[in-house]
């Protein structure tokens, strides 16, 4: 079970800020990357403006995973280079509010704990996150491996494998951010709340995982927010975190500014 703050009141761990806290973090807090980090699906920044052959222009049936592995070879055939793909996923612009959203965890590092879990790829996440200044704020980075072989090809795999049949088979959030919550909880941290912030079909999994404690950020209008709506609709209380839509992550901030107020 996830630890009970005991009627401590929020203002008082801030003593320790700056300096070395014995508190482990009280929240946790669980970031998508395409199209709620950045503004973009960054699959799609890198393929803007590709001559590509026709069968690599949309994703046929199968996997999107394995379209883009395709995909990522053909441009390095083409010559496209390291340096010019990492400058791409540098330039993807963040989300309306994130950058405000970061300097607001940044000053609470010692409260929030921050994960990424993301389908898109270690190489171009990192790199953008290290573009904005924001890399460090992560304590983990979950996406589909990526590197660049001896001719300079950015190779992509799967994530892992699994069972869940509303997830595409290289990657499950929910089973990603199960196993993170018992891993942290076999080192004796067990948070709070856990916040998620999305945007995509493939958050509103794991975040179905989430208790009356916690809140789902789902991006206002997308399709994470369309399926909790539904899912209310349906089955009333079947979805039971509290939900908050956005449309610039300044509203995300606000939420955690207001409950950094209050008591836990």
Known sequence: ????????????????????????????????????????????????????????????????????????AFLGEQGVRPAELRAVYENIPLSPGMAELFQLLSKHQELFELVLISDANTFGVEAKLRAAGARSLFRKVFSNPASFDRRGVLTLGPY??????????????????????????????????????????????????LTAADVAFPRKGYPMHRLIQESQEKQPGAFQAA?????????????LQELLRRKC
């Open 160 to 209: 892992h494998s699994h069972k869940c049949l509303q997830c595409p088979a290289n990657m499950c959030k929910r089973k990603i951010l199960g196993e993170y919550l018992a891993e942290r909880a076999r080192e004796d941290v067990e948070f709070q709340r856990v916040f998620y912030v999305g945007d995509g079909a493939n958050d509103f999994c794991p975040a179905g995982t």
């Open 1 to 72: 079970m996830r630890r009970c703050c005991q009627g401590v009141g929020l203002p008082c761990l801030f003593k320790g800020v700056g300096m070395s806290s014995p508190h482990p973090p009280l929240f946790l807090l669980v970031f998508d990357f395409d199209e709620t980090i950045v503004d973009e699906n960054s699959d799609d920044s890198v393929l803007r403006g590709r001559a590509l052959p026709e069968p690599l222009r949309h994703s046929p049936g199968g996997s999107y995973n394995e379209h883009m592995q395709r995909a990522l």
């Open 243 to 255: 939900v908050v839509p956005w449309e610039s992550a300044v509203e995300v901030a606000r939420y």
